[in-house]
Every structure is written in structure tokens, then in C-alpha cells.
């Protein structure tokens, strides 16, 4: 069955393909057919952008760049112009050339990732809905039913909490997060997986409950992306939440926008050559 990653646009007799690179905090995503890598930002994460759009795909592309990540957008938008037959667009042009996918009328600003991720999600939810990203903040969102952004909350992620303790408390050293075996911890360790994992699931409880009211509604669903979702998708089932574990949905959006843009917008929200 077709999807959105399969269309195809002409622009200047030139037929191409379409893809997505969400620019995070702590890694680069990259998304085009049936294809989705995410490279942290080691030292080899731009040579492993350009290695693939260079030698391991087979046509040419636009590519829908979103970012949050300023220091890094300029190094990757470099990679990709040094590459011959692709465009890099600007999503947040795309987005404000597009309303109709989802209103921004109702706010003042927000993260272009949380928007991106609406847009996705309503790809596979009909609204009002809830989007949730744990990722290095976690992000709530509310999507009205006429499918207005209504803005949400944000606050730290699980290893966002780690290092900041480690940063912050002497007696804490820097550790991974792994999910609690235990909801009394014995040990520093134990304490902290719990206690941290409490304080986020707590914290998404609290905000569904009152986005669901504030819309007026006995339920919404709710749709959760980012890397550190897992940890919370069956506490929120076990709440008796319709969840949906959807890991693209933000690539999802720039893929959609791209797809329905006129030449006209792909062509005023191209990047022009970076050079300095």
C-alpha cells in the first residue's frame, strides 16, 4: 500500500523523491521510504549523513529539514549541499506556508519538533488528541478537534534528570537510566531509576488529565514518540489510555508537508548555499 513516503515531485523537469531530518538535541533522525536511521553527535555522525545521501540512495531528493539544534544545523545543511542532486528545505517555512495540516492560530511559539510531531500523529489519529515526546525534555501536546495546536508543557527527560543530579549532587555519580525493578529503591541507584521514572510518568498523568479537561472531553487519544517513550507505554495503557507508540511521527510531519506543498513553497523554502 502506498504511503506518504512514496510520492514523487517534479520541480524544474526534475523528479524527486522526499525525506526528512529531524535535528534533535542529542541526535540526528533521518527518514525516506522505508528508510530511518538516528546517529548521535559523535564524531562521525556528518560523514554518516553524507556517506548515506552520497553513495546509498538511488534518486534524488527534497529534504525536509526541521531542527532544534542550531549549532548543528549549519554543519549538517553543509554535508547535504555538498552532495549533487538533492534540495534541502526549510520545514518551518513549509509549516507556516501549510495551516490548513494543523492551525497555529491558538499560540505564540513552540518547538518546531512539536509541531512537526501533531502533524504526524494526526496522520494516524483523528482529533482531539495528546502527543507525547520523551526524548531529552518531554514534551505534552494538545490538538484540538478542529485541529488547532493548542500549545502544552515541557519538562526534563529521564537522563536529562540523571545528569542534571549528577551535575548538581556530589554524592551522585553520572549513571544510565534503565527502568526501576523495584518501586522502594535499597540502594542510590534503585532510588533514583524510581523516583525519576515516578516524577515523568507523574508528571504525563497529570498532563493528560487536565489537557482532557480543558478540552471538554471524557478521553483523548494519546500519541507517544521519542527515544525514551517505552519506559512509559504500558504504565500509560495500564491507566486505561487509548496509546498509540508511533517513533516517527515528527519525520512523519516534515514528510507530509512536503508532500502537499505547492512548487511554489518548495521552491521559496529551499536553503540557499551555505558558504561560510
Known amino acids: 500500500m502506498a504511503t506518504v513516503s512514496d510520492t514523487l515531485i517534479e520541480l524544474n523537469n526534475v523528479t524527486y523523491g522526499i525525506a526528512a531530518i529531524d535535528v534533535g538535541n542529542s541526535r540526528v533522525k533521518i527518514h525516506h521510504d522505508d528508510v530511518h536511521l538516528s546517529f548521535p553527535y559523535d564524531k562521525e555522525w556528518k560523514k554518516n549523513v553524507q556517506i548515506h545521501f552520497r553513495d546509498h540512495v538511488t534518486r534524488r531528493y527534497l529534504i525536509g529539514l526541521s ?5 548543528q544545523t549549519t554543519a ?10 538533492h534540495h534541502v528545505l526549510n520545514a518551518h517555512t513549509l509549516l507556516m506556508r501549510n495551516q490548513s495540516e494543523l492551525s497555529l492560530e491558538e499560540i505564540e511559539n513552540a518547538g518546531i519538533d512539536r509541531m512537526l510531531g501533531a502533524i504526524g500523529a494526526l496522520s494516524h489519529v483523528a482529533p482531539p488528541l495528546i502527543t507525547i515526546d520523551c526524548g531529552t525534555a518531554v514534551t505534552v501536546n494538545a490538538v484540538s478537534a478542529s485541529k488547532h495546536f493548542l500549545g502544552g508543557v515541557i519538562f526534563a527527560g529521564f537522563s536529562t534528570q540523571l545528569f542534571g543530579l549528577a551535575k548538581q549532587t556530589a554524592a551522585i555519580p553520572e549513571m544510565t537510566y534503565t527502568p526501576p525493578s523495584t518501586a522502594i529503591g535499597i540502594n542510590t541507584a534503585q532510588c533514583l531509576m524510581s523516583g525519576i521514572t515516578m516524577s515523568v510518568v507523574g508528571g504525563l498523568r497529570e498532563a493528560i488529565t487536565k489537557f482532557t479537561t480543558h478540552m471538554g472531553q471524557k478521553a483523548v487519544p ?7 517513550s517505552t519506559p512509559v ?17 515528527v519525520t512523519e510531519g516534515i514528510l507530509i ?6 512548487n511554489e513553497n518548495l521552491h521559496d523554502s529551499i536553503i540557499g548555499k551555505i558558504t561560510t
Open 222 to 228: 494519546v500519541v507517544i514518540t521519542g527515544g525514551e
Open 257 to 262: 508537508l512536503l508532500s502537499k506543498a505547492t
Open 76 to 85: 549538517i545543511v553543509k554535508v547535504l549541499q555538498r552532495i549533487p542532486g
Open 233 to 249: 507505554v504500558d504504565v500509560l495503557k495500564s491507566m486505561g489510555l487509548t496509546i498509540e507508540h508511533q517513533p516517527h511521527i
Open 67 to 71: 531542527s532544534v539544534n542550531h549549532k
